[in-house]
């Protein structure tokens, strides 16, 4: 389905982007500042295998799944609180030297980008990455001019799922539930936008994990957004 069919042939008036895993491949650069994180506290390194299943609930929550080596982590004591805390840090300062050196913009994006663009569409990107990496990436991609606002993960007091982000940026840019659209690639984006109250478009070739993108409830899953056009 294009975008225009989701509202009834005309064009949304405002599209917002997930940025890890729908526009851009940042894994690499993710998986080396885990591996370097692991390594400096004395940990066998991941991999970008595992790391791909791990992005998408930011920056804390990853780092978190790192140290317990699973996607799933148990709440923590005081000791192992520290232990976060000191990996985080440094998690931090590796990410700030690799954001966007070894990133790539998948197939796809730019093409659709410019045809909303073209279209009067306003553009938000809306993810959970830490906001102080947001820019920086997308500047390293050139696609910092396509987009009217950003919204990181602690742009606010909660993250995706929740639909505050959403919400914001939506309103922010003038949109309504009926004329804009989410696209993302995760369980995180399809249930924020569901409650929220728009319309979603999830891809395929992203980092969510568990069920299948196609059964979480999107409006449409592509596998380029160049079908959306």
Known sequence: ???????????????????????????????????????????????????????????????????????????????????????????????????????????GVEECLRRLAEQGCRLAVVTNKPEQFVAPLLEHMGLEHWFDLTIGGDTLAVKKPDPAPLRHAMEALDGTPGTTVMVGDSAADINAALAAGIPCVAVRYGYNYGPPVDSLGADTVVDSLAELL
């Open 1 to 107: 389905m294009s975008l225009n069919g989701l509202f009834n042939a005309r064009w949304p008036g405002v599209a917002l982007f997930d940025l890890d895993g729908t526009l851009v491949d940042s894994a690499p650069d993710l998986a080396a500042a885990v591996d370097q994180m692991l390594e400096q506290l004395s940990r066998p390194a991941a991999g970008i295998d595992k790391v791909r299943q791990w992005v998408g609930n930011g920056a804390a929550i990853l780092v978190r799944r790192a140290l317990a080596n699973s996607v799933d982590w148990e709440p923590v004591d005081s000791k192992n609180d520290a232990l976060f805390n000191d990996a985080l840090a440094i998690f931090y300062q590796a990410y700030t030297q690799l954001n966007g050196q070894h990133s790539v913009v998948y197939d």
